[in-house]
């Protein structure tokens, strides 16, 4: 799997570099894992726009009008075109995880249609929307960080703790999702309620001063780092070794080629996407070289 990732990374980077400037969001953090989800789950790279609809009001903005479009029309379209690949794949099967899916009995039960579809979007979304942000908020840091990124590039063993410290500094994901309290507890002095909800806050964790000593120090050898960027228990994130290793590759052959790498606007002209609980960038303009 490595090695195919880093032969995508270096097929983007052929393509872009010769541009000069890009949105590295599109020309790169993206087609990474669209291309490796897609492969690993059997979908083409034809199909996999027709599931990018279902989530396109968190790059659109989260409008009344967006959740409705979502609602109405992009989910139901997603839906039938799950349906239309579980059909193509229980006919002609392949070795991806889809197929395995179909074919997978659990003490003689198969999991139905309906747990199909909602399975090939948990992994095709989870699969991509996280991990493209994970890559553009990594080279966003490192170009923040001048003396880290040096380092980095040097030293392309630290990738893997590099990769650790993005997602306790500014790792994508900074919610869980709701959880339901099963009866009255108190944390930390705090009642909670039967059946109140509970969204622990990753992002404030990852940066809590009891567990990390100077947390607004992004330092790419910071050790331990028991970050909460993946969640924890038992719904502990099922992509995180992919992710991660998407990331490292995808962040040091970009450093690896292009040693005057630079950021092609003001910071302050980033601009962050209006999705609750995210910490994603709508486009990161980079000067390739
Ligand atoms: C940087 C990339 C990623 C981040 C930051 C991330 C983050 C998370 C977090 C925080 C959770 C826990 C949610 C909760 O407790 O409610 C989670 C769960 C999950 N993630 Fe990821 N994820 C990433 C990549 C991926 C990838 C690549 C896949 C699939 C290939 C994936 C599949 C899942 C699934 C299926 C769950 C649900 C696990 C369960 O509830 O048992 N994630 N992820």
Known sequence: MEQQVEDLTNELLDEAEPKGTVDLVQAYSLPIPVKVIGALMGVSDDDMPRFKKGVRVLTEGMSGWGIAR???WDMPEVIRFSRELIERKRTEPGPDVLSSLIEAEEEGEKLNEDELVAMI???IFAGYETTVHLITNAVLTL???REQMEKLRANPGLGGSAVE?????RGPVHGTKPNYATEDVELRGVPIKKGSMVIP?????NRDPRFFNDPEVFDIERSPN???????GIHLCLGARLARLETRVAVNTLLRRNPNLKLAVKEE???????PFWHRYQSLPVTLG
């Open 269 to 275: 002209e980033l601009q962050l996407q209006r999705v």
């Open 70 to 72: 979502t609602i109405l």
């Open 121 to 123: 979007f948990l992994l």
């Open 143 to 145: 170009l923040q960080h």
């Open 201 to 205: 806050l990753l992002g404030a964790a």
């Open 226 to 232: 028991k970050h909460q960027g993946f969640g924890y």
């Open 165 to 169: 410290e993005v997602m306790r500094f």
